[in-house]
């Protein structure tokens, strides 16, 4: 089981909190965080653009990114969004997620300028989608490992077919109940991707997605119990 606490825009470039938070995710369980990168172009219109472009990892961040997370002794990994970021994360990364909306390009069997770069790396890349793996060409690349998701912020339990599951590597999650992630575990699912926050009551634009420390901490100990009684 891998199990991936979700940063994204969750940390406002506090960097003493990151560390924090990363310690604690450490202490949890979780096997990797993972962050995001934009540019301003994909921004422009956000009236949250300033704000989210500080939470971005970019080159100017990254190695400090890297050398927290090498403190902590936990992997980190990004979504990049633009062809260019994958160059500056290619150093530091030993894998790469694509995010559900570039993953419909995979889908229709077709790829992008980002994703023709990110599979020239040759490194293990994670999908997060809805559809079926099974109908793309990219299916046969045992580089690319699929996450069921269900692309909606937040979803409901009774949005997720969770017999979906078993055609997949892993699972996404939307959701804000901890029982999803949960029986996607108990289900099979090698990977766990979680959205993280340290505060439920900030304004981190993730946070109707995300789980607090209590809530991974718990998550993961019933993730554990459950793998001890399948064996």
Same mark, same amino acid.
Request: with cysteine; charged share 35%; hydrophobic share 40%.
């Given at each position: 089981?891998?199990?991936?606490?979700?940063?994204?825009?969750?940390?406002?470039?506090?960097?003493?909190?990151?560390?924090?938070?990363?310690?604690?995710?450490?202490?949890?369980?979780?096997?990797?965080?993972?962050?995001?990168?934009?540019?301003?172009?994909?921004?422009?219109?956000?009236?949250?653009? $300033?704000?989210?472009?500080?939470?971005?990892?970019? @080159?100017?961040?990254? *190695?400090?990114?890297?050398?927290?997370? =090498? !403190? %902590?002794?936990?992997?980190?990994?990004?979504?990049?969004?633009?062809?260019?970021?994958?160059?500056?994360?290619?150093?530091?990364?030993?894998?790469?997620?694509?995010?559900?909306?570039?993953?419909?390009?995979?889908?229709?069997?077709?790829?992008?300028?980002?994703?023709?770069?990110?599979?020239?790396? $040759?490194?293990?890349?994670?999908?997060?989608?809805? @559809?079926?793996?099974? *109908?793309?060409?990219?299916?046969?690349? =045992? !580089? %690319?490992?699929?996450?069921?998701?269900?692309?909606?912020?937040?979803?409901?339990?009774?949005?997720?077919?969770?017999?979906?599951?078993?055609?997949?590597?892993?699972?996404?999650?939307?959701?804000?109940?901890?029982?999803?992630?949960?029986?996607?575990?108990?289900?099979?699912?090698?990977?766990?991707?979680?959205?993280?926050?340290?505060?439920?009551?900030?304004?981190?634009?993730?946070?109707?997605?995300?789980?607090?420390?209590?809530? %991974?901490?718990?998550?993961?100990?019933?993730?554990?119990?459950?793998?001890?009684?399948?064996?």
């Amino acid at each position: 089981m891998f199990i991936v606490a979700e940063i994204g825009v969750n940390w406002d470039v506090d960097f003493k909190l990151l560390e924090d938070f990363l310690l604690n995710l450490k202490k949890s369980g979780c096997d990797a965080v993972k962050f995001q990168a934009y540019n301003m172009d994909m921004l422009k219109d956000h009236p949250l653009k $300033e704000r989210l472009i500080k939470s971005a990892i970019t @080159e100017s961040n990254v *190695k400090e990114i890297d050398e927290i997370s =090498k !403190k %902590i002794g936990i992997e980190w990994f990004c979504t990049p969004m633009y062809p260019e970021a994958v160059a500056f994360l290619e150093p530091f990364v030993k894998r790469y997620k694509i995010r559900e909306s570039d993953g419909r390009v995979l889908m229709k069997n077709t790829t992008s300028p980002l994703i023709d770069r990110i599979l020239e790396t $040759e490194k293990e890349v994670i999908v997060s989608t809805n @559809e079926n793996p099974i *109908k793309t060409e990219f299916y046969k690349n =045992k !580089k %690319i490992k699929w996450l069921y998701c269900i692309p909606k912020y937040p979803c409901s339990l009774e949005e997720i077919d969770f017999k979906e599951i078993k055609k997949f590597d892993g699972y996404s999650n939307h959701c804000d109940d901890i029982i999803a992630p949960l029986t996607a575990a108990i289900l099979g699912a090698d990977i766990i991707e979680i959205h993280a926050t340290t505060d439920k009551n900030k304004d981190y634009i993730d946070n109707p997605v995300s789980f607090d420390l209590n809530e %991974i901490e718990e998550l993961i100990k019933l993730i554990k119990a459950s793998e001890k009684i399948e064996k």
